[in-house]
């Protein structure tokens, strides 16, 4: 009696969810016969009742109809396999083993969907959008703590490993270039970290973020491991040179481009920068000379040779390479100026430095001859550094052929420094 009392009260029981379940039977069948509408509609309301909702079966019903609606013309558009993504990531956690494999399909198929839509967003630089695109990738890329495709199949594993490692790339550079340094830096390290994605890039990424953070011991020691994993890269050696630069340890700075310029002799650019470094500290901006001026510009003078040597073409060294002649002149210009004297002693000292200043100033002139002749050709063009270049070149030139009492040559250079006025 009491038995069937039980069978009597278990079906009774059983009858709503029978009722409720028929959503989820209707919505298969419809999705079968490709009634797409019906098939959303059905499964909506198998969702929407609390009784059913939970239920494995109809969670992986949402995440199958959701999956396919994303194929079909009239719902693209709305992203249905974000939905359907949301349900297979929580039919994996809740129920790990139900329909592992066709589940796990649709967390790769999801993950790669939202991927695709990350770099989207980030090419059309909405960053935010990207962020939280690829957090949905890592979220699904770090389910089981990153090993979740692991015994499904092992080429899944390893090709979410290469995604969610890109997912980290794309929201860290979305970070860098929307200019929060704050998120991009951890970002940044955690690719860098990663065989997959690390990169001189990267380095460059985290060099310039530190130094905007002003965090200058971080800067330096991104740049000395940048260095270390990538000795070949040109930008990155460039960030060494600028930081010993900015810090003002040119002892450091000279030995380095040594270094470099020993181990590529053939580096136009490498010498070209030990030539104006050299300069540089033979003539400081404070003005103060050190006791070695003279021996910095003979070893600018070399640098510089070589340079032209390697990029005869280049205006740009070659306008600094008068600057060198030129700084020295100007200096020996001012000692003549300071003589006010008129003894015999003072005259000969005067007639001495006029010689050394004009042997300085026609040792210049076919330097800056060269880049203007090189600027002279696209003079209508010219922009940014070049025009700065040529200004710079048109003045040394006008100044030096006064001195040589070339004074047509001087007045042609006034006149196109003239026509050049901003």
């Not at 019906?38 to 969670?59: C, Q």
């Not at 139900?98 to 649709?106: A, G, L, R, S």
């Not at 630069?245 to 590529?264: P, S």
Request: with cysteine.
């Amino acid at each position: 009696m009491k038995k069937s009392i039980l069978i009597t009260v278990l079906a009774a029981a059983s009858v709503p969810a029978i009722a409720q379940d028929k959503y989820v039977v209707s919505a298969n069948l419809a999705m079968k016969s490709q009634n797409y509408d019906e098939a959303k509609s059905e499964i909506d309301k198998a969702m929407a009742n609390p009784e059913t909702a939970a239920k494995p079966k109809t969670i992986f019903a949402q995440a199958q109809i959701y999956f396919t609606l994303q194929s079909v013309d009239k719902y693209k558009a709305e992203n249905p396999y974000r939905t359907g993504l949301q349900a297979a990531m929580k039919l994996a956690e809740t129920k790990p083993d139900y329909e592992k494999q066709t589940v796990d399909q649709m967390l790769l198929q999801g993950g790669f969907l939202s991927y695709n839509d990350g770099v989207k967003a980030y090419n059309d630089k909405k960053y935010d959008e990207s962020a939280n695109l690829m957090k949905t990738v890592i979220k699904v890329g770090e389910m089981d703590g990153g090993k979740h495709f692991e015994k499904t199949n092992a080429n899944w594993q390893r090709t979410m490993d290469t995604v969610m490692a890109d997912a980290y790339l794309t929201m860290a550079n979305a970070a860098y270039f929307g200019g929060n340094m704050t998120e991009a830096i951890p970002l940044l390290t955690k690719v860098k970290s990663n065989p997959i994605r690390k990169s001189p890039a990267v380095y460059q990424c985290l060099i310039d973020a530190y130094g905007k953070e002003k965090n200058t011991a971080q800067e330096l020691a991104m740049i000395e491991e940048g260095r270390k994993a990538y000795p070949a890269d040109v930008t990155l050696r460039n960030y060494e040179l600028n930081y010993y630069i900015k810090a003002g340890k040119m002892d450091e700075l000279t030995k380095r481009l040594e270094d470099a310029a020993t181990k590529e002799p053939n580096n136009a650019d490498l010498q070209f920068n030990l030539a104006t470094t050299y300069l540089g500290m033979a003539g400081p901006k404070d003005g103060k000379r050190p006791a070695n001026a003279a021996e910095m510009y003979k070893k600018s003078e070399a640098a510089f040779m070589k340079t032209v040597a390697l990029a005869a073409d280049n205006s740009g060294y070659a306008y600094n390479f008068g600057v060198l002649y030129f700084n020295q002149a100007t200096d020996v210009n001012d000692q003549m100026n300071a003589i006010t004297g008129s003894t015999k002693a003072d005259i000969d000292k005067f007639d001495a430095l006029k010689k050394q200043r004009d042997e300085l100033f026609l040792k210049a002139t076919p330097h800056f001859e060269k880049a203007y002749n090189a600027l002279t050709a696209n003079e209508a063009s010219l922009k940014g550094e070049d025009r700065a270049t040529y200004k710079s070149t048109l003045q040394a030139l006008k100044s030096i052929y006064a001195i040589q009492n070339k004074l047509d040559k001087s007045s042609e250079m006034k006149k196109k420094l003239e026509a050049m006025a901003d």
